[in-house]
């Protein structure tokens, strides 16, 4: 029987493409109807897409697999941006106001759209994170109705490359699969991993991932620093290849022996590990290899939270993705950071209602697809799935989805334009101006008229010819008389 109601979500990793369905239901819960998973390593590095077409023909794959087992047709779903070249850049939008002026909502939309103006190089603004406003010397998150000479935005602006961003939207151009809603996979994940005491005391959200690594840091409930560190837990099985064998039983080696963290007191240097059944290699140079890359990538992990923010992490550290199941990652995070509190965020805070196998495995590894299905509200179900392929509609293009395009003061936190939508946005941005420029032209038109007029009738030969109506006029009147 075709399910009605679903919402799917599609999440693009480095090593696996994910696209899953769900329904959620009146107690909050959710429950998981469909998974499927499909190799990506050929097409997507470091969780960006690098052929749009190899990528298009598996989100199609995925998409048809899903609506087989839903025996419904799949019309739009969410998908999660994230991978190489995401970060955060601050910047400070300043506007003087006239002395004892009350700030309004107009004035503070004002700040937040000339900040969404910004130009960076080669990057595209995907999301911007309200920092705090600066109300002439005090700080305040909300301040409108506060009397003021002076207004001061700060912002996160969430970035990534223009190549990059322009290639995930040709990817499901090309496999005409339209988008309900792009969001920040980064922020989707800790909306569902997070806990709200932890987000409002200071954290940084670590996900170890196959080849990247995303640090999010949180301080009073506000994103204060996103990175993607191009480093994950396949540089791991990597380097134990080197020791002449194959990257499967590298891979296969790392999940059975690798530790983040081992005592030099229990090293057993007679100690060999199996390859296979002809090969060896020595534990400590095992542990040596394993230990030296997992201490580059917490290095890098805590070279990216702001200095500022090394204290304010009460929080702690919470570790999540594939990469946090290594055996004592927590004391390797210890050692090397400093900070005692660190926690594994095994799964998503959402309850969560499946049978597969996969999910109820609590591993980390499907926290993110999770948290991007928690995000969908729009129904993504077409109807029915049918082998008649003459009953079967179209499916709506992307530009059908929404109309008319939001503003930036409209999308949720983590929400990103979709390139239809940008498009449509700068379209209504372009007539909106041309309409403002059109009535200030014939305003200026019919002020120049009116200028015009006054001085015809203010000046002396006016003026003259007005008396000499009004003598005449006179000189009639009394010959009338």
């Given amino acids: 029987m075709a399910v009605k109601e679903f919402i799917v979500a599609i999440e693009l ?29 050929s097409f997507i590095r470091k969780g960006v897409v690098y052929n749009i077409d190899k990528t298009a023909q598996c989100l199609t794959s995925i998409v048809k697999r899903l609506e087989n087992q839903l025996k419904s047709r799949i019309t739009t779903v969410y998908v999660g941006v994230g991978g190489q070249s995401l970060r955060s850049v601050r910047n400070v939008i300043v506007k003087d106001i006239p002395a004892d002026t009350i700030i309004t909502q107009e004035m503070v939309i004002e700040l937040m759209d000339a900040n969404r103006d ?29 009397q003021a000479t002076r207004l001061e935005g700060n912002f996160l602006n969430i970035l990534q490359r223009k190549a990059f961003y322009k290639s995930l939207n040709s990817c499901f151009e090309a496999a005409g699969i339209p988008v309900a809603e792009m969001y920040l996979a980064p922020l989707a994940l800790a909306d569902s991993v997070l806990t709200e005491l932890e987000r409002r005391s200071g954290c940084a959200l670590v996900d170890i991932g196959a080849d990247t690594t995303t640090v999010s840091v949180y301080s009073k409930n506000i994103l204060r620093h996103l990175a993607v560190i191009p480093l994950g837990s396949n540089n791991i099985t990597k380097d134990i290849a080197t020791l002449k064998m194959e990257e499967t039983d590298a891979e296969k080696m790392k999940l059975k022996y690798a530790s983040a963290y081992t005592d030099n007191n229990d090293i057993d240097n007679t100690l060999k590990y199996s390859i296979d059944a002809d090969r060896q290699v020595e534990s400590r140079v095992f542990v040596e290899i394993v230990e030296a890359r997992m201490e580059e990538i917490i290095e890098n992990v805590w070279y990216q939270i702001p200095s500022e923010y090394y204290d304010k992490l009460l929080g702690g550290i919470i570790l999540t993705g594939g990469g946090s199941n290594m055996k004592d990652i927590e004391k390797a995070f210890q050692n090397h950071t400093h900070i ?67 503003q930036a003061v409209e999308m949720p936190s983590g929400a990103v334009r979709t390139e239809a939508e940008k498009l449509r946005a700068e379209e209504e941005a372009r007539k909106k101006k041309e309409e403002e420029e059109r009535i200030a032209r014939e305003k200026a038109e019919a002020e120049a008229a009116e200028a015009a007029r006054i001085r015809r009738e203010n000046s002396k030969w006016t003026k003259f010819k007005k008396g000499a109506m009004k003598f005449v006029k006179g000189m009639v009147d009394e010959e009338d008389e």
């Fill in 118 to 146: 910004m130009q960076y190089a080669d990057q595209e603004i995907l999301d911007a994170a309200v920092q705090e406003y600066r109300v002439d010397t005090q700080y305040q998150t909300d301040p409108v109705g506060i």
């Fill in 340 to 406: 005692d509190k660190i926690r594994i965020a095994k799964f998503v805070t959402q309850t969560i209602n499946s049978h597969n196998e996969d999910i109820k495995s609590h591993n980390g590894m499907m926290n993110t697809v999770l948290g991007l299905l928690a995000k969908g509200e729009m129904n993504c179900s077409g109807g029915e799935l049918t082998n008649d392929i003459f009953s079967q509609d179209e499916k709506p293009s992307a530009t059908d989805i929404r109309q008319p395009a939001r």
């Fill in 13 to 41: 990793g480095s090593s696996k493409m994910t696209g899953i369905a769900g329904q959620k239901n009146l107690d909050g819960s959710i429950t998981v109807l469909a998974v499927v998973k499909e190799s990506s390593s």
